[in-house]
């Protein structure tokens, strides 16, 4: 329901009407209405449709979604306990397992923190990809991380850092034989 609100404020603000929006994101108004009304789930490639077309980061609506944390009066969301954080599973990025590692009391803030644990050979795919604004900041926790900026070709392994700007055409994969663990630290400005 969270996100469909978020869907219609945003729509809103810009003065799109369902159906810009929906040509836009390539769904259906229908659809469009009922995600925006909280009647149906929303796919991570939508999401990204959407979050495109609404010229808003991604991060900024997976971000806020609906947390089933241990949230005690002491933590009021500023914990979010291991075994516990959101999962941001795609079928799209195969072999990746992405993890929100903000706590729910951030939600909002122009800084998230992600884990994602690739899989020997898992990739977002052969095409580049962007967000909107801001800037990612990386660090290779173990294994290896595959990080093509452009024509610039990074190959990064444990303890390795980086950076780069949410406009760059980017892809990322595992070209090694374990699993590689990445922190990434996402600024929507």
Do not use: C
Request: proline share 4%.
């Amino acid at each position: 329901m969270w996100l469909g609100e978020q869907l219609r404020l945003r729509r809103k603000q810009l003065r799109k009407s369902l159906k810009e929006v929906a040509d836009g994101a390539e769904i259906s108004v229908s659809l469009l209405s009922q995600m925006e009304r909280g009647l149906r789930s929303v796919s991570i490639q939508t999401l990204h449709g959407l979050a495109e077309e609404l010229d808003t980061p991604i991060e900024t609506f997976l971000a806020n979604l609906h947390v089933e944390a241990d949230q005690t009066d002491d933590a009021r969301g500023a914990v979010t306990r291991a075994g516990s954080h959101r999962s941001v599973d795609s079928a799209k990025l195969g072999g990746i397992h992405k993890e929100i590692l903000t706590p729910p009391v951030a939600n909002g803030s122009n800084l998230q923190l992600y884990r994602a644990v690739i899989e020997p050979g898992g990739s977002t795919g052969p095409t580049f990809f962007t967000t909107q604004t801001g800037h990612q900041i990386g660090y290779v926790v173990s294994g290896q991380l595959e990080l093509q900026l452009a024509e610039r070709l990074l190959s990064l392994k444990t303890g390795d850092s980086f950076w780069y700007d949410n406009a760059m055409p980017r892809r990322w994969r595992n070209p090694g034989e374990e699993q590689a663990v990445v922190l990434w630290a996402v600024s929507a400005v």
